[in-house]
């Protein structure tokens, strides 16, 4: 059962210099798709929103317009740009990898003179009849989603349309985005020891921001006043940083980004911010005193409190998703959506925790502790989100020689939730967050937290 205390947060240290994955990983990533894929080329499609995939094979990304990655015959890497990616591509420190311009993947209104059409840049490329190309959208439909008889890729329809021109028909196109972001042994599911080191970067540094915010938040101050203290730094975000309020007569959108509206006392308050790998938020009350919110509260910690203690490697997402959906409905609530996901350098990009779910836990997920409670009472807001890491030991060795200050941070935040916040984790479990489980249903009083008494 939990109980509000008074605890101090430590200074874990918010890291400045990221991690960075090294070449012979990213070649490493593109071996290992081509071959699974079994197909003449893999097309992996990215734009500015969907860029997850492009980034976790070649460290580049498109900032405005569309992208495509092309794996191909004798170890080609191939990135198909716009205007203004044509020279970004340089970033990438995969080797041997070649920049094509295909000026229709463009914004429109800028040049088309040099190379007009995608359909002969792929074409001069070397795609041609009789090839198979895999194809890798941004998700991918589950069987109950779609009756049709060729996969309904999720690419802009236009390009299936060339490639099918291109080698012969549709036949010979296929959907291998499972294989990249499949929930059991997705190609960007389970990652190593530098992407992790990565990931712990970002939330670390999320997380810090979330509680600069949540703590310097003060009645009298507009939304836009309180966002900022953000502190950002210009670090890649994974989502729209987020700040919310309201009160019984004023709706909380908890999506939404900070407005001019001015905080008042007991206000329900929300904010979150998300970077390449992790998402932390916290929400409350803009308040220093409300028994009745606390005891809310403290259900939903309870059911916090029952994630860490039943997730580990081996535990399928059934068995969490009904631990954690059992604990809830005994405090009279649920979860608005799976209490838990795969993060990366998407905010979200799958869930092995689904009712019925036998995909289990692996060595090297990343998982964003998202459970949001609901209902909670008219006017407030609650929630406390934040990423880990799950390694076996092999990989917690790894992680620790080669990262031995992000390992530091990591064991500093395990002994702190066991001794201060009373949850002794697994060792599997690899908390990422600055702030971790550290819950203060009031924003006014912010060093009195949940703990598991």
């Not at 730094?233 to 959108?253: D, K, T, V, Y």
């Not at 990009?349 to 998202?370: E, K, L, N």
């Not at 799950?390 to 395990?414: Q, V």
């Amino acid at each position: 059962m939990s109980e509000l205390k008074a605890v101090t947060l430590p200074d874990f240290g918010t890291p400045l210099e990221r991690p960075q994955i090294p070449a012979q990983t990213l070649d490493a990533r593109c071996d290992a798709a081509y071959a699974r894929a079994g197909k003449t080329w893999l097309f992996v499609y990215a734009d500015r929103e969907h860029n997850a995939n492009i980034l976790h094979f070649t460290g580049f990304d498109p900032r405005f317009e569309e992208a495509i990655l092309l794996l191909g015959p004798d170890g080609r890497r191939v990135v198909i740009t716009g205007n203004e990616s044509e020279s970004f591509t340089a970033i990438s420190p995969l080797p041997e990898l070649e920049t094509v311009l295909a000026q229709t993947l463009s914004l429109m209104g800028q040049d088309r003179s040099r190379k007009p059409s995608l359909e002969g840049v792929l074409r001069d490329v070397g795609l041609k009849v009789g090839d198979t190309v895999g194809i890798v959208g941004w998700k991918y439909l589950g069987s109950q989603e779609w009756e049709g008889e060729t996969p309904g890729f999720i690419v802009p329809h236009y390009m299936v349309s060339i490639l099918a021109r291109l080698v012969g028909g549709a036949e010979g196109l296929s959907d291998e985005t499972a294989m990249v972001m499949n929930p059991r042994d997705g190609l960007r599911s389970i990652v190593d020891a530098d992407q992790i080191a990565a990931f712990e970067w970002a939330s670390a540094r999320a997380s810090a921001a979330v509680w600069s915010v949540l703590t310097q938040a003060r009645p009298g101050q507009r939304e836009i006043e309180a966002a900022a203290n953000f502190t950002y730094a210009g670090e890649p975000l994974s989502a729209h940083s987020m700040f919310a309020s309201g009160n019984r007569g004023h709706q909380i959108h908890g999506l939404n980004s900070a407005t001019s509206r001015v905080l008042e006392k007991g206000d329900g308050v929300t904010t979150a911010v998300g970077y390449w790998g992790g998402l932390s938020s916290r929400a409350g009350l803009l308040d220093d005193d409300n028994e009745d919110f606390v005891a809310v509260a403290g259900r939903y910690f309870d059911a916090l409190v029952k994630w860490y203690d039943t997730a580990d490697i081996g535990v399928t997402g059934g068995a969490l998703y009904d631990a954690v959906t059992e604990r809830l409905a005994q405090g009279g609530l649920k979860s608005a959506l799976n209490p838990g996901h795969l993060v990366s350098y998407d905010e979200w990009s799958h869930s092995p925790v689904r009712p019925g779910s036998t995909d289990a836990i692996s060595s090297g997920m990343v998982f964003q502790v998202d459970v949001i409670p609901t209902p909670t009472p008219v006017g407030t807001a609650l929630n406390c989100e934040d990423a880990v890491a799950f390694a076996d030991s092999k990989l917690r060795d790894e992680l620790a020689a080669k990262h031995p200050k992000t390992w530091e941070r990591i064991a500093k935040r395990r002994a702190f939730m066991r001794d201060e916040i009373g949850v002794s984790l697994k060792e599997s479990i690899l908390p990422l967050s600055n702030i971790p489980l550290y819950l203060p249903p009031l924003w006014l009083a912010a060093d009195r937290v949940l703990v598991n008494s």
